[in-house]
């Protein structure tokens, strides 16, 4: 088995497969003799983990596992649907929303539809949509960081449609997309345009205007969302997403996928979302009492950052941010990968308030040179 250590100074071709443990080659974990105590803030991981009630679940079930359990996804998927206010029809669980956006891209755009997104956004499925040979049409952010709708929306209409992807909030900015903009995108997609919302970190974001797109899907608009057990439920390991959209929409993505989801994982997710009124919040609070110290931490210094919704955040460094990337691993930080075009910001994932602490201390030496 692979460590992260173990990672150090391999160049992984695969980028385009496993994205955040490849992206993270690009960044801090590539630079030799890594502190054995590194703090790691690269990957938009929860240092929470796996909720107590899904680790025993999963301990309960690694016995059996032994066997597919093929009878039993009827049920899992029913209760994944539940959570979600959806009917099993409307959903398709993958391995990670990274399979899932893998066959959404893969379906939905075509040599003559392309990929519409903004730049810079998650990479994954603007590197898959190019892998595969599709056009990809880029739109800046507005001066606050934030996605400009109605671009996206010209974009396709000029393409005669297309997939947009908008991730909300947006990996690497941590920047929102406001609901009535969301609302405003659905209302005016273009013909033939299918909106790909990526709600990975939606559960960290405490604006009230920060609204799910779910509502959307029970309409049978012709919106797409992705969801994971990534983030918020701290199992990123264990490789449980999911799409939800119109019936005809999931009949199109399903036979893409690879196979059912692993079912201890499984049983872990039914198990957490049964108490998902008190995990998401619980977690999201603690969370943003941590982001918010670290903001008011940066003001102080009068050091500028975007405002964050997720659980990771942009520091403006002042001069380019590769200095931050390859200076902070060794002294036990490692910060996210640089993410062009903004090229001074530093992206950093909310830890601990003790790796937070790590965090500004090591930041702080290499900002102060
Ligand atoms: C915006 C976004 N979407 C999707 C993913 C994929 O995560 P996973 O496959 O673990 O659900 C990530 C990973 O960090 C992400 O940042």
Request: proline share 8%; charged share 20%; with cysteine.
């Amino acid at each position: 088995m692979l460590s992260r250590r173990s990672f150090a100074g391999v160049a992984i071709a695969a980028t385009r497969l496993i994205p955040e443990m490849a992206y993270a080659q690009r960044a801090a974990v590539t630079v030799s003799g890594l502190p054995a105590d590194m703090v790691w803030l690269n990957a938009n991981e929860n240092p929470a983990g796996p909720p107590e009630v899904a680790l025993a679940a999963m301990r309960e079930c690694l016995p059996t596992s032994g066997r597919y359990h093929y009878q039993e996804f009827g049920k899992i998927n029913q209760a994944i649907a539940a959570s979600e206010e959806l009917s099993p029809e409307q959903i398709v669980l993958g391995c990670g929303s990274s399979e899932v956006l893998h066959t959404s891209v893969d379906i939905f755009t075509s040599p003559t539809k392309p990929l519409i997104s903004v730049t810079p956004a998650y990479e994954a499925p603007i590197e898959l949509a190019r892998t595969l040979g599709r056009p990809v049409v880029l739109t800046k952010l507005r001066d606050d960081y934030t996605a400009d709708v109605k671009q996206l929306a010209a974009a396709a209409d000029k393409a005669k449609g297309g997939l947009i992807y908008l991730c909300n909030p947006n990996n690497p900015t941590a920047a929102m997309v406001k609901s009535s903009e969301i609302e405003w995108l659905v209302a005016n997609l273009p013909a033939n345009t299918i909106l790909l919302v990526d709600e990975a970190y939606i559960h960290f974001g405490e604006n009230p205007d920060l609204k799910s797109a779910l509502p959307f899907v029970r309409q049978g608009k012709d919106v797409i969302v992705t969801r994971t057990f990534s983030k918020i439920y701290g199992m990123a390991g264990l490789r449980v997403g999911f799409a939800a959209a119109k019936p005809a929409f999931i009949e199109q993505l399903a036979p893409l996928r690879m196979n059912v989801i692993p079912i201890v994982s499984a049983k872990g997710v039914v198990a957490a979302l049964a108490q998902k009124d008190k995990i998401v919040p619980e977690r999201r609070t603690a969370l943003a009492k941590t982001r918010r110290d670290v903001c008011a931490w940066l003001r102080e210094r009068n050091v500028k950052y975007i405002e964050p919704h997720a659980n990771f955040m942009m520091v403006d460094c002042g001069r380019n941010a590769r200095e931050f990337i390859a200076a902070m691993p060794k002294f036990g930080v490692a910060p996210g990968r640089p993410f062009p075009p903004l090229d001074n910001m530093l992206r950093v994932t909310i830890g601990t308030p003790g790796e937070m602490a790590k965090f500004r201390d090591v930041f702080w030496k290499v900002y102060k040179g």
